[in-house]
């Protein structure tokens, strides 16, 4: 394991947008949501190197980065489901499907399979609420779920493996 | 025979989410590909993916709840005239009414015209009512609205012309027009919808908003798990700009306007309209103190307005028909239409615009259809974790920004969910207020020590631990965060707990002093059990159970073992004899 202060992330990836964006007032949310779509998440390092060229304080970066849900600090796996968690889908059984995915892949919200594989992450109305109770994995959603049909999406996900 | 000139796909999130766009491609495949075009959503989510077929004899066949494997069917159709193949998909009498009953100008286009082009808003009449605005003086059309009645839409309903007229008098060089389109109540999507079928409208009732306050800057905030609708927004502005429309001196008249659009990045007190500039600013979504009011100072301290999505969707409308023909629809209390994202237990969910001044009942049975199940109606929620719940005995209240209120519930931005027998209030009440807290900013210490004080009475009450008092000491703490809230979130958070307190005390004293949760939702307090009576011994519950808790010899009745039981429900949802007892 490499220590986490150490430099790895390959930085020029952000070149293009640090060039759009870090003399334009008020695009630090803007800057971080292009990061976190290259990287995945947001590095340590990353978050420094963009602090450096915004000349923003680290500290202001990482105090914004960290108010909203939106951004994640750890690699998240292949799949990222987010189950939500509003008001329709609880309504109409979103636990028992957080239950389902416990089940089928051992992990609850925030986590992430040992294999990399499947992430997860609680969200609040996908906006499909007729569908409810409703997931979404890398941009596609999946509604009406049982935990039986939960769980055959995960099955059928992991078998294209 | 007649000619079938354009079959039209519904795609919003939902429809796609339903395989609209699997049933598009199918039907590409079938050789259809010259007539077929996509649309909107026509917000009948319960019956998704929806169909058009348009014939030049101006018939509209709607075909819903369409697969893959109906595409065929619908080929034949179209090719040869054979009405057979697809009779068992076309719309029922019954489900049409659903959009029948309505009366449709924030969602007019809807589902109707092909969001990602521009000539069919326009065919519809579109940008016209910006046209006819610049021939207006501002004044004009703040009257105009003024004469409407319009209200806003986000939840508050301060009357729109208002806020309009105060950033108009506001004097300087930079004014900035800005929509929320936050859409934060999770339960609710009428603004992702207005958006996603009809980008074009939204930003003809900004462009008109910002003549009328004169500011030359626009922005949409829009939140950031909304993908495809900032996919098409981006594409409405590309268009609108390159026919004119938008962008430097407008159709030739003088007025110049650029607008972009902000994604959120995820925080429920960004809606808040002070918060959404610190965001837009790129600051953490902390509420400024007001005053002073946007109107005065406001984006990078410039004047500045922020309405909803309909609100603006409103606009146009209105600017065209006159403020007279959109006040006439409506009560004393509330002029013209809103728009509900109609959910939870009830059989026809979806997107309900009616005139102010009809019943909820209106809404939930005439629209709606209904409960789902055969369980009785118990409530149904408004305005989501700001809003209260309304108990089936008030069905008949109008709905009206005055009416609504009277009953502690908020007309609120349009999240309708209803509930039944079997959710329970108090679950409902912990569920919002599980929600405010996370979302709480953290800058008043009422909000942030209080209600985090109230979802551990509430934890411990679903949980069976609830003492004697308990009820009080949660009356108490929300007079407090609503005195010491600084923002419209900590202030109105004890909504949901105060009216499930109204009017299901009774729900709460069963969790405290009986231990029982009635509606048999809280875990904690509820067992399960199978009727030897009413088994058929199928076994089909124990192949169901996920912890197999469930014993038995086919034919026989099952027992469940309540020691390994996890209360996951799965056996009483799959008995087809209604032998699982939970209590
Ligand atoms: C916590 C909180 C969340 C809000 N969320 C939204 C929202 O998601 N969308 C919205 O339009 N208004 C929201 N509002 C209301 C806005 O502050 C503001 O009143 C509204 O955008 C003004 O537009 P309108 O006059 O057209 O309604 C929220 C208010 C609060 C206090
Ligand atoms: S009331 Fe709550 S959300 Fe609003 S400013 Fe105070 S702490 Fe933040
Ligand atoms: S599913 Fe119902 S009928 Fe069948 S064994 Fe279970 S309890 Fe008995
Ligand atoms: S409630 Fe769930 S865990 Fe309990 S017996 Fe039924 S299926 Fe098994
Ligand atoms: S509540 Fe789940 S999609 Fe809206
Ligand atoms: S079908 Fe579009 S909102 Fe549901």
């Known amino acids: 394991m490499s220590c986490c202060c150490e430099n790895k992330s390959d930085l020029t990836l952000l070149a293009d947008v640090l060039n759009e964006y870090k003399s334009v007032k008020g695009s630090l949310i803007t800057i971080l949501q292009h990061a976190q779509e290259i990287y995945g998440y947001l590095p340590e390092d990353v978050l420094r190197h963009i602090a450096e060229q915004t000349d923003i304080p680290v500290a202001k970066v990482l105090g914004v980065a960290t108010f909203y849900t939106q951004f994640r600090f750890k690699p998240v796996g292949k799949y990222l489901i987010m189950l939500c968690q509003g008001t329709a889908c609880h309504v109409n059984g979103s636990e028992r499907i957080a239950a389902a995915i416990k089940e089928e892949l051992g992990i609850e919200d925030g986590q992430t399979t040992d294999d990399g594989l499947f992430s997860i992450k609680h969200v609040a109305c996908l906006g ?29 996900l992991k078998n294209e493996e | 025979m007649v000619k079938y000139m354009k079959i039209a796909v519904g795609q919003g999130s939902c429809g796609i989410a339903a395989g609209a766009g699997k049933v598009y491609k199918a039907l590409s495949e079938q050789g259809l590909g010259s007539v077929l075009a996509k649309t909107g959503c026509i917000g009948m989510c319960f019956l998704e993916p929806i169909v058009d077929i348009y014939g030049d004899d101006g018939q509209l066949k709607r075909l819903v709840k369409v697969s893959e494997a109906d595409a065929e069917k619908i080929a034949r159709f179209v090719k040869e005239g054979d009405e057979e193949a697809i009779r068992s998909l076309e719309i029922s009498c019954e489900d049409s009414e659903f959009l029948t ?139 609108a700009k390159e026919k004119g429309y938008l962008g430097q001196n407008i159709l030739g008249k003088g007025f110049s306007c650029e607008m972009r659009i902000k994604a959120g990045a995820g925080a429920f007190v960004c809606g808040e309209e002070t918060a959404l500039i610190e965001s837009l600013e790129g600051q953490r979504g902390m509420p400024r103190l007001k005053p002073p009011f946007p109107a005065q100072s406001g984006y990078w301290n410039e004047p500045s307005n922020i309405n909803n999505v309909e609100t603006f969707a409103n606009v146009a409308w209105i600017i065209t028909n ?213 088994c058929r011994g199928c076994s089909l519950c124990a192949k169901k159970c996920p912890v197999s808790a469930i014993d038995g010899v086919i034919k026989q009745p099952h027992k469940i073992d309540t020691e390994k039981c996890i209360k996951c429900g799965n056996c009483k949802a799959v008995c087809k004899f209604s032998a699982v007892v939970c209590e």
Request: proline share 4%.
């Open chain 2, 322 to 534: 006159g403020g007279e023909a959109f006040a006439e629809m409506g009560t004393e209390n509330g002029k013209g239409t809103k728009v509900f994202a109609l959910t939870g237990k009830v059989k026809r969910g979806g997107l309900v615009e009616i005139p102010m001044g009809k019943t909820l009942r209106d809404v939930i049975f005439d629209i709606g259809g209904g409960m789902r199940s055969d369980k009785a109606f118990k409530a149904v929620q408004l305005g989501g974790p700001s809003g209260g719940c309304i108990p089936a005995a008030l069905i008949d209240t109008v709905i009206d920004y005055k009416s609504l209120s009277a009953t502690g519930a908020i007309m609120g931005s349009g999240g309708m969910v209803v509930m039944d027998e079997s959710t329970c209030m108090v679950g409902m009440a912990r569920f919002f207020l599980d929600f405010t807290t996370k979302e709480s900013c953290g800058k008043c210490v009422h909000c942030r020590i209080g209600t985090k004080r109230m979802m551990e009475i509430l934890d411990r009450i679903c949980k069976g631990e609830g003492k004697q008092g308990d009820i009080e000491l949660l009356e108490e703490l929300c007079v407090s965060i609503k005195d010491g809230a600084l923002c419209g979130l900590g202030q109105t958070a004890p909504n949901p707990v105060l009216t499930t307190i109204k009017y299901f005390r009774n729900e709460y004293e069963a969790h405290i002093e009986e231990r029982k949760c009635p509606a048999g939702e809280c875990v904690e307090l509820i067992s399960y059990s199978i009727d030897p009576e009413k």
């Open chain 2, 101 to 239: 009953k309505q009366t449709r100008i924030a969602l007019r286009n809807c589902g109707i015209i092909d969001p990602e082009n521009i000539d069919e808003y326009v065919a519809r009449g579109g940008y016209s009512a910006i046209e006819k605005a610049l021939d207006m003086t501002p004044e004009q059309v703040i009257e105009t609205i003024k004469v409407s009645g319009l209200a806003g839409r986000g939840g508050a309903g301060f009357p729109t012309w208002f806020k309009w007229n105060a950033a108009r008098q506001s004097v300087s060089d930079t004014k900035y027009i800005i929509c929320n389109a936050d859409e934060g109540d999770p339960g609710a999507f009428m603004d992702r919808a207005v958006i996603e079928s009809d980008p074009h409208n939204l930003i003809e009732g900004m462009l008109i908003g910002a003549y009328a306050i004169g500011a030359k800057e626009a922005v949409v905030y829009v939140r950031a798990e909304y993908p495809l609708a900032i996919e098409r927004l981006t594409k409405a502005i590309a268009q």
């Open chain 1, 128 to 156: 499909c609420c007729s569908l409810s109770p409703v997931m979404m994995i890398n941009g596609d959603t999946y509604g009406n779920l049982t935990p039986d049909k939960a769980k055959q999406i995960l099955r059928e």
